[in-house]
């Protein structure tokens, strides 16, 4: 969630009615705002799509996270690393091939996810991205077959989780001199 506030930072706080916010890395984990506001469940968080079950034995962590990637490509690969996965991706045609597979399945699933949500703002964060255009339009076309079409964006920010933090906190400072004042 920290993630999502900071990436929003140049978005006014209701520009979007529901966005949905993807961090897909060595895991993949969403957050969901409403209003400009962190949606939370009844165990303080929702949008946990990491977990989703993916056929009848994984979940899209599994499936399509950097390590299921790493996993997969195991045997193709100079070294089983972040890295090693990127360099295979730019000199083995059989890992890029995967790797666009892969991100075929990820966008079907978060298509369907902010389908179900009703999301107005999709953005794609985490080192997947690094695997560059190809891999996002990959995702992104998953998309176009969907009966309703988010607006989507890449995360801009360096360290959204402190952007988050900073901002949350800062929301939170304005709150209690408002409250201090009218008291």
């Known amino acids: 969630t920290l993630m999502a506030m900071g990436e929003i930072s140049d978005v006014r706080k209701n520009d979007y009615r529901m966005l949905l916010f993807v961090y897909a890395g060595f895991g993949i984990s969403t ?13 303080g968080y929702a949008g946990e799509i990491g977990g989703n079950r993916m056929g009848y034995k994984n979940t ?7 390590r299921a990637l790493i996993e997969e490509c195991k045997g193709l690969l ?23 597979q892969n991100a075929r399945i990820f966008g079907t699933a978060i298509a369907d996810f902010s389908v179900c949500l009703g999301a107005d703002k999709v953005i794609l964060s985490g080192e997947i991205l690094e ?10 076309n998953e998309f176009a077959v969907s009966m ?3 607006e989507i964006s890449l995360g801009k920010t360096t360290n959204p989780f402190v952007e ?11 709150e209690r001199t408002i409250e ?3 008291s």
């Not at 100079?78 to 666009?100: A, H, I, P, R």
């Not at 695997?131 to 992104?140: I, L, M, Q």
């Open 31 to 43: 957050s969901i705002l409403y209003n400009g506001e962190p949606l939370l469940a009844s165990r």
């Open 60 to 66: 899209l962590s599994r499936t399509c996270s950097l």
């Open 78 to 100: 100079e070294e089983e690393s972040f890295e090693g996965l990127l360099d295979g991706y730019v000199k083995n045609d059989e890992v890029k091939q995967k790797v666009l």
């Open 131 to 140: 695997f560059g255009k190809e891999y996002v339009e990959k995702v992104e």
């Open 148 to 150: 309703y079409k988010p």
């Open 164 to 174: 988050g933090a900073l901002k949350l906190a800062r929301w939170a400072h304005i």
């Open 180 to 182: 201090k004042k009218s």
